[in-house]
């Protein structure tokens, strides 16, 4: 699987959009890009994911370049519930029950919502 | 609908003492997962299995050992515990085939050996 990079950490005010970016840089043609969140103490949650097209979901955007090295997700109206770590995840959709298909999580980006 | 179940949510073994963690599903999945987080880092994959009767290693395998008797659970097996293997265990499970949209986690067991 491709490696992602994400700043360890970022601050969002209530109520504003937060945009957590990642880079991608050795994505290869049949991976996607896959964001997760983990709530303090609690398992993941998928939030969303895609493969060139931008895509939307009633939790978020996500934002993909044109050459696909980078992305970035947006939480529209951020909330307080939204502090988490958010982990960004390159794999292939393409699960055949090879390794190629787990997913492989980084540090993520810590994101904090502040009143 | 429970989704992905883990017993216990907390366990203190000492060191040398064996136990197993149990993770049952009930959304007919075919794959399931094992990881482990330690503080301040991302989760770790431990064992994989695509299906009743099979199991593979992940990144982290050593010390661990898995079975998939029965498509809906997932047992993760410690034989000796030492202290490393003091962690938080997250079971997931998903779907197989082409364009696996997403994991479920469980709520995860917290583990710490003395």
């Known amino acids: 699987d491709a490696k992602t990079t994400q700043p360890p950490s970022m601050d969002c005010a209530e109520g504003r959009a937060a945009n957590l970016p990642c880079n991608h840089s050795t994505i290869s043609g049949n991976e996607y890009v896959y964001w997760y969140r983990q709530i303090h103490s609690q398992g993941p949650q998928y939030i969303i994911h895609g493969l060139k097209n931008n895509e939307t979901n009633e939790m978020a955007s996500l934002i993909i370049t044109e050459d696909r090295k980078s992305s970035t997700l947006i939480l529209p109206h951020a909330t307080l519930r939204d502090t988490a770590v958010y982990y960004c995840i390159v794999r292939s959709a393409l699960n055949y029950g090879g390794s190629q298909g787990n997913l492989i999580f980084g540090k993520g980006t810590k994101l904090s919502v502040k009143p | 609908n429970a989704g992905v179940t883990q017993t216990p949510k907390f366990r203190v073994l000492k060191t040398g003492q064996s136990m197993t963690l149990l993770c049952a599903q009930d959304?007919?999945?075919?794959?399931m997962y094992w990881y482990r987080q330690d503080p301040g880092m991302g989760l770790r994959l431990i064992h994989y299995s695509v299906g009743e009767g099979t199991t593979a290693k992940g990144e982290v395998p050593d010390g661990y050992n898995v079975s998939r008797l029965k498509k809906q659970n997932f047992l993760l097996g410690l034989e000796s515990a030492a202290p490393s293997q003091t962690s938080v265990y997250f079971c997931?499970?998903?779907?197989?085939?082409?364009?696996?949209?997403?994991?479920?986690f469980g709520s995860g067991t917290r583990l710490t050996v003395v």
């Open positions: 959304m007919n999945h075919e794959y």
């Open positions: 997931a499970s998903s779907t197989s085939g082409v364009f696996n949209y997403g994991y479920t």
